[in-house]
């Protein structure tokens, strides 16, 4: 082959990459948006144009703001946080039509809705709607949002239970469904020495400080027995609050239960790979997932897991093997995980940590994710 023409088939490929559009509300500190904006460099990496869109302007959570410029991925805001449903809608339609996008993939229940709205005539883009969390009960709301996604190219269940639910209550999205589980970057959540002090257990949660999906209420009720039991420990939440007002009451109930002693809340930490190696053990006890992005990111750190058996959490956490399950409506058999691994000899706890480790470099790779996204987009 000449240079010539194999220029020529350079310069055609080149031409011929979509130009992909990233799809938010806002940047916030969240899973879907550290997803969402880690898609985004990998898509560049493989050579699209691709643009992160928002319309909200706040939050901007700077950690994924630099990671953006780093990869020289672009940021573009259609403010329309004053305004209402058919505004929000006319703001993506505005962002599709400013970055020339061939492909939206959005990201957030809410945002699929306004994205399929956004795209309807216009018959040259390609609409991929991701679902973040399991549906706990199939609500009206659910069928509402499942019927406006026939409209959709494809719809991407990040976790395997969802698309159980989907199969079984909606089956005419069966030839649009495809799950795609999280990814996690396995060369920034890695291990670190960390020292021990006084043999206290050092326990982590990193999620929003939520009542209904978050199980707060449950989980401060564990740690007030485990305090009684006597169990050395200090439990740290971080995270922001949703709604703004739950963690003032959270905090009263920390108050009322005596147990300010061994818990504190804390704010979002940029450096969450830092606060991941900074624990003993981790704990999920949310009441639903999707495919948790901090199971997933603090077993690369190769961290010790409990969790709720729900949802996907048994697939990731295999019981007495890489980490313990437990009842997330029972605060007792939260306390019985905790206590399962504080009798774990040292060689035990560290295999464990060498497997979690293992399980993120084999399963839960950038490759394979960006992979499978890739063959959606073209």
């Given at each position: 082959?000449?240079?010539?023409?194999?220029?020529?088939?350079?310069?055609?490929?080149?031409?011929?990459?979509?130009?992909?559009?990233?799809?938010?509300?806002?940047?916030?500190?969240?899973?879907?948006?550290?997803?969402?904006?880690?898609?985004?460099?990998?898509?560049?990496?493989?050579?699209?144009?691709?643009?992160?869109?928002?319309?909200?302007?706040?939050?901007?959570?700077?950690?994924?703001?630099?990671?953006?410029?780093?990869?020289?991925?672009?940021?573009?805001?259609?403010?329309?946080?004053?305004?209402?449903?058919?505004?929000?809608?006319?703001?993506?339609?505005?962002?599709?039509?400013?970055?020339?996008?061939?492909?939206?993939?959005?990201?957030?229940?809410?945002?699929?809705?306004?994205?399929?709205?956004?795209?309807?005539?216009?018959?040259?883009?390609?609409?991929?709607?991701?679902?973040?969390?399991?549906?706990?009960?199939?609500?009206?709301?659910?069928?509402?949002?499942?019927?406006?996604?026939?409209?959709?190219?494809?719809?991407?269940?990040?976790?395997?239970?969802?698309?159980?639910?989907?199969?079984?209550?909606?089956?005419?999205?069966?030839?649009?469904?495809?799950?795609?589980?999280?990814?996690?970057?396995?060369?920034?959540?890695?291990?670190?020495?960390?020292?021990?002090?006084?043999?206290?257990?050092?326990?982590?949660?990193?999620?929003?400080?939520?009542?209904?999906?978050?199980?707060?209420?449950?989980?401060?009720?564990?740690?007030?027995?485990?305090?009684?039991?006597?169990?050395?420990?200090?439990?740290?939440?971080?995270?922001?609050?949703?709604?703004?007002?739950?963690?003032?009451?959270?905090?009263?109930?920390?108050?009322?239960?005596d147990i300010r002693d061994v818990f504190s809340f804390q704010k979002e930490e940029s450096n969450v790979a830092a606060v991941y190696n900074s624990c003993d053990l981790f704990c999920l006890p949310s009441l639903y997932e999707g495919f948790p992005n901090v199971i997933c990111e603090v077993m690369s750190c190769g961290k010790p897991v409990i969790c709720g058996n729900v949802c996907d959490n048994p697939d990731i956490v295999k019981d007495s093997v890489n980490g313990f399950t437990f009842n997330p409506k029972d605060e007792?058999?939260?306390?019985?995980?905790?206590?399962?691994?504080?009798?774990?000899?040292?060689?035990?706890?560290?295999?464990?940590?060498?497997?979690?480790?293992?399980?993120?470099?084999?399963?839960?790779?950038?490759?394979?994710?960006?992979?499978?996204?890739?063959?959606?987009?073209?």
């Amino acid at each position: 082959m000449s240079l010539q023409s194999s220029g020529l088939i350079y310069k055609t490929l080149k031409f011929e990459m979509k130009k992909v559009l990233c799809l938010i509300d806002a940047l916030g500190s969240g899973g879907a948006e550290r997803q969402l904006v880690g898609l985004a460099g990998l898509l560049k990496n493989e050579g699209y144009d691709v643009t992160v869109g928002c319309y909200y302007s706040s939050p901007l959570f700077e950690g994924y703001i630099s990671h953006l410029q780093e990869k020289q991925v672009p940021l573009v805001i259609e403010d329309a946080s004053a305004k209402g449903f058919v505004g929000k809608v006319c703001a993506i339609r505005k962002l599709i039509k400013k970055t020339k996008a061939d492909v939206v993939i959005a990201y957030k229940e809410q945002v699929n809705i306004k994205a399929v709205l956004a795209c309807a005539f216009l018959g040259n883009v390609k609409l991929i709607v991701s679902q973040r969390n399991t549906y706990s009960n199939v609500s009206l709301r659910d069928k509402v949002c499942a019927n406006i996604y026939r409209f959709a190219d494809y719809v991407v269940p990040n976790s395997n239970s969802q698309t159980k639910v989907l199969a079984k209550h909606f089956p005419f999205l069966k030839d649009k469904v495809r799950t795609i589980t999280n990814f996690v970057d396995t060369n920034k959540f890695v291990p670190t020495e960390t020292s021990v002090e006084n043999d206290r257990l050092r326990l982590l949660t990193v999620a929003r400080i939520n009542v209904e999906q978050k199980n707060a209420e449950r989980y401060l009720k564990s740690l007030k027995i485990l305090k009684d039991k006597g169990v050395n420990f200090h439990a740290d939440w971080y995270g922001s609050p949703q709604p703004e007002n739950a963690q003032e009451m959270l905090e009263a109930m920390v108050d009322e239960l005596d147990i300010r002693d061994v818990f504190s809340f804390q704010k979002e930490e940029s450096n969450v790979a830092a606060v991941y190696n900074s624990c003993d053990l981790f704990c999920l006890p949310s009441l639903y997932e999707g495919f948790p992005n901090v199971i997933c990111e603090v077993m690369s750190c190769g961290k010790p897991v409990i969790c709720g058996n729900v949802c996907d959490n048994p697939d990731i956490v295999k019981d007495s093997v890489n980490g313990f399950t437990f009842n997330p409506k029972d605060e007792n058999d939260i306390v019985l995980a905790v206590e399962k691994f504080t009798r774990l000899s040292k060689e035990e706890r560290t295999n464990i940590s060498k497997r979690n480790r293992e399980v993120a470099l084999n399963k839960m790779s950038a490759a394979s994710f960006v992979s499978q996204m890739k063959k959606l987009i073209d």
